[in-house]
């Protein structure tokens, strides 16, 4: 039935619920492995992510005993397992990807059957086997936190299932801005369309530049204080929030260029004994998420103590939900003329 129901989507539906476990149902069964492994590789190998939730979850078993626990876009089940482990009642798990039936060999594996539920379909469809849940845990963030994020279901799970003080894990995410220098990679990739092969293709400059690049920035590229532009509550938060203008103001340290300007967010667990954090920015471990680089069209000539004011706007495509449209303009504050600078760049995160 779950099958039926995700081939009835649209396409950009059954790509964000199949990201995990595209093609592994196509393909010939000794393939299915490889696959696998790569789709689990990309998260469960992300210790940052993976060790953060444990924590929060397993060093809070007071908070966990003989509770009923929902893990939203479960998975491989790892959560899942982590709250059992913690000492739940009981867990059910819900996904729509086809993943789900490797993680019901895994929860059986560890010995979890008769503590876990797996079911597959949509949250906003499926039945629980329970009225009310007592916490939900979730591993929902996107690139840019909420570039194809579930938030949206784990809203609506939080409003139709979780019960009167109960809690979410993780419940708090913060998303940051700051300036970089990237002059080198901005050549590369933007310049590039400039002479191709002796060919002048400057018109896809303007895709390119729309385009923002998720990649690992190094923490001495960048030459600003980073700074809040968003914060979401889990408890009180709704999916309007979602669509968003942030002004934004950056400290810049030193005297350097600015080409760009790079996104990361924070989540924290504050129901936790002592809040558990974990970062996503240049300045910590490696993750999945990597940053989000905005390229400007202008470069920036930058004074240590100049500032770079601006805003920015992020709301749900209109096609597509959990694509983007991103919006951001600037202004350098500065007394030199010769270097006073300003502009706006749209961008599709899709």
Not at 75 to 91: C, Q, W
Not at 157 to 171: C, M, Q, T, V, W
Not at 197 to 220: C, M, N, W
Request: overall charge negative; glycine content about 6%; aromatic content about 10%.
């Amino acid at each position: 039935m779950a099958e039926d129901q995700l081939k009835s989507m649209d396409h950009s539906e059954q790509h964000y619920f199949n990201r995990y476990a595209e093609n592994v149902v196509l393909v010939e069964a000794p393939m299915r492995a490889v696959l696998i492994e790569c789709i689990v590789t990309i998260t469960m190998k992300d210790e940052v992510r993976t060790r953060s939730y444990m924590n929060a979850i397993v060093q809070n078993k007071h908070l966990f005993k003989d509770k009923i626990v929902l893990d939203v876009g479960c998975g491989t089940g790892i959560l899942s397992m982590f709250a059992v482990k913690a000492g739940a009642k009981h867990v059910i798990g819900v996904d729509m990807s086809t993943i789900i039936g490797k993680a019901k060999e895994i929860v059986e594996v560890n010995g979890m059957s008769d503590k876990i539920t797996l079911l597959q379909g949509k949250m906003e469809e499926v039945e629980l086997p329970f009225p009310k849940v007592d916490i939900i845990v979730s591993e929902w963030m996107g690139y840019f936190l909420l570039y194809e994020s579930m938030l949206d279901t784990v809203l609506y799970a939080r409003d139709k299932y979780l019960a009167p003080n109960g809690l979410i894990f993780p419940d708090k995410a913060t998303i940051f801005m700051a300036g970089i220098e990237d002059g080198e990679y901005k050549d590369e990739k933007i310049g590039f369309w400039d002479n191709v092969y002796g060919f002048d293709y400057s018109p896809l400059k303007h895709t390119a530049l729309t385009e923002p690049l998720v990649d690992t920035v190094e923490i001495k590229a960048v030459v600003t204080d980073p700074t809040a532009v968003l914060t979401l509550d889990l408890y009180t938060c709704t999916t309007a929030d979602l669509a968003f203008k942030s002004p934004f103001l950056l400290d810049c340290r030193r005297d350097d260029f600015v080409h760009a300007l790079i996104a990361w967010f924070d989540i924290d667990f504050t129901a936790c004994h002592k809040t558990i954090r974990f970062s996503t920015g240049p300045h910590t471990k490696y993750t999945h998420w990597k940053q989000t680089v905005f390229y400007l069209r202008e470069v920036l000539t930058v004074q240590q103590g100049e500032q770079i004011r601006g805003e920015l706007e992020n709301k749900p495509n209109e096609k597509n939900k959990r694509d983007l449209d991103v919006k951001i303009s600037y202004k350098l504050e500065t007394d030199d003329p010769t270097r006073s600078a300003s502009g706006a760049c749209e961008y599709k995160m899709c």
